[in-house]
């Protein structure tokens, strides 16, 4: 036993004995229900402030002291029942007390510690946290919300979370802000711009979370962090990708003029051989000038400037002519239309002709050794559906959820098949961009079923 722990023994002791001696003072040696009381008294004491050893040292001594009074008379023992129930009653009853404070006490420590923890974490994060309430007010901020902003911790108490933002993302993170708010439980990931305290702007992943039911937060946790050297990075990249795609467009259409004129000629002159060369140069030039245009229509995604030709047309008309089109090309599958009621659409003839040529490209490209791709319709509920169903490799689960992200490609095919990984992003870019959506259903082995459906105006529907 160490020193410390010597002293709190003897402070107990100590304790106990002052207790025994104020009651001998007071009382005389009669009344062992009050010392049995200042007994209860001095092991609360010991308990909390010295600990539970010498509280239950302090319980014992008592129990010495009170056994002397109650079961001995003029130094002899002596037997008497109730004066040995009260003994033991004594005991029952401060162990529970020393039980149920040394609980309430390590509770109470654990949670402190626990509390301390997570504050020590929250504090010394480099993301921000705030707590703001429904009307905008900042009600608590971590050191990080100063550290990138700048504003002082000051300045900080009384603002509004709407001055933090850049004037022109205020409207929509507010639409962002409020359907959270709307819905409990509910949370978003959004990117937007904030003003700093010296004027200058940065880029920001916010992540607001409503716990307003949450009684111990009642407000919305904003989780943000500076990602303005990631957009940059991004941005001269997207830059980069569209300067390159657009340089080597004009050469390579040149090229591929070239190459069919070169095979114009072979095939006047007879050369089969030649002919075939050229007609393999001329696919990888196609392939070539495919990637390219997926590159650049996705740096004009991303900056924004994809920008739709709406016109109006039959829709059963644009499936029939592609369908046909890519048949001649792709005499390996079979493309069967299963085609519900014509309807007229007003959208981007062009561009939902590249997002159905993808669909079913794809389909035939990762089903080798299928025979057949189902290109199916159908009109229902002020929408049209289009699917287009495969009987390939498939997909799994755990890959689904990526598949219409940036560049992604299905891990297992990424050796045996060639491909960017834009197709399906920019598809169901296209699609959105038409107020419809994009989905897939999968099995691996068995084959996929892709489909996208486009909202129908009341007169399209009737066509
Ligand atoms: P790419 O085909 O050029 O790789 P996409 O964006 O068109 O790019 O497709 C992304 C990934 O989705 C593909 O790499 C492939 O792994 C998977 N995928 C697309 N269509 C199918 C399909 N019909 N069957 C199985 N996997 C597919």
Do not use: C
Request: charged letters at 20%.
């Amino acid at each position: 036993m160490d020193r410390i722990s010597t002293v709190k023994y003897l402070i107990s002791l100590i304790l106990v004995l002052g207790a025994e001696y104020l009651k001998s003072l007071l009382l005389g040696s009669q009344e062992e229900g009050f010392s049995h009381l200042l007994f209860t008294g001095v092991i609360i004491l010991s308990l909390r402030f010295l600990g539970k050893g010498p509280a239950i040292f302090a319980l014992f001594v008592s129990a010495l002291i009170s056994f002397r009074g109650l079961m001995f008379k003029d130094g002899d023992p002596y037997w008497h029942t109730p004066h040995f129930l009260t003994w033991v009653l004594f005991l029952a009853e401060n162990g529970l007390i020393i039980y149920i404070i040394d609980t309430y006490i390590r509770q109470t420590n654990e949670g402190l510690l626990k509390e301390k923890r997570f504050k020590t974490l929250i504090e010394e994060s480099s993301e921000a946290f705030m707590l703001v309430g429904v009307n905008g007010s900042v009600r608590y901020h971590n050191p990080a919300v100063h550290r990138i902003t700048g504003y002082t911790e000051e300045a900080l108490r009384t603002i509004s979370v709407w001055e933090l933002i850049k004037e022109e993302d205020v409207t929509t993170l507010k639409e962002h802000f409020f359907k959270v708010a709307s819905h409990a439980g509910s949370s978003i990931t959004v990117q937007h711009r904030m003003k700093k305290a010296d004027g200058t702007f940065i880029w920001a992943e916010n992540a607001i979370a409503n716990h307003l039911d949450n009684k111990s937060i009642q407000a919305l946790v904003m989780n943000f962090k500076d990602i303005t050297g990631r957009i940059s990075h991004e941005q001269e990249m997207g830059d980069f990708l569209g300067i390159a795609s657009h340089e080597l467009k004009t050469p390579l259409t040149s090229l591929k003029a070239y190459t069919q004129v070169l095979e114009m000629r072979l095939k006047a002159e007879n050369n089969s051989s030649s002919i075939q060369l050229v007609s393999k140069m001329d696919k990888q030039i196609n392939r070539v000038i495919g990637m390219i245009f997926d590159l650049l229509d996705v740096t004009k995604l991303q900056s924004g400037i994809m920008y739709l030709k709406k016109e109006n047309f039959m829709l059963n008309d644009l499936l029939t002519e592609m369908a046909e089109n890519l048949g001649n090309v792709h005499t390996s599958h079979r493309i069967e239309l299963m085609l519900d009621k014509n309807v007229s659409l007003h959208a981007d003839r062009a561009r939902l002709n590249q997002v159905l040529v993808n669909l079913v490209t794809n389909g035939i490209k990762y089903s080798p050794g299928g025979e057949k791709i189902i290109l199916q319709t159908r009109v229902e509920d002020g929408r049209v559906t289009v699917s287009v169903r495969d009987f390939g490799i498939g997909i799994s689960p755990l890959e689904i959820k990526n598949l219409f992200s940036r560049f992604y490609r299905v891990s297992s095919v990424r050796e045996s098949f060639q491909g960017l990984g834009l197709g399906l992003y920019i598809s169901n870019q296209i699609i959105e961009q038409h107020h419809g959506e994009m989905g897939v259903e999968s099995e691996e082995n068995q084959g996929s079923r892709f489909w996208f459906y486009l909202p129908l105006s009341a007169a399209e529907e009737q066509s």
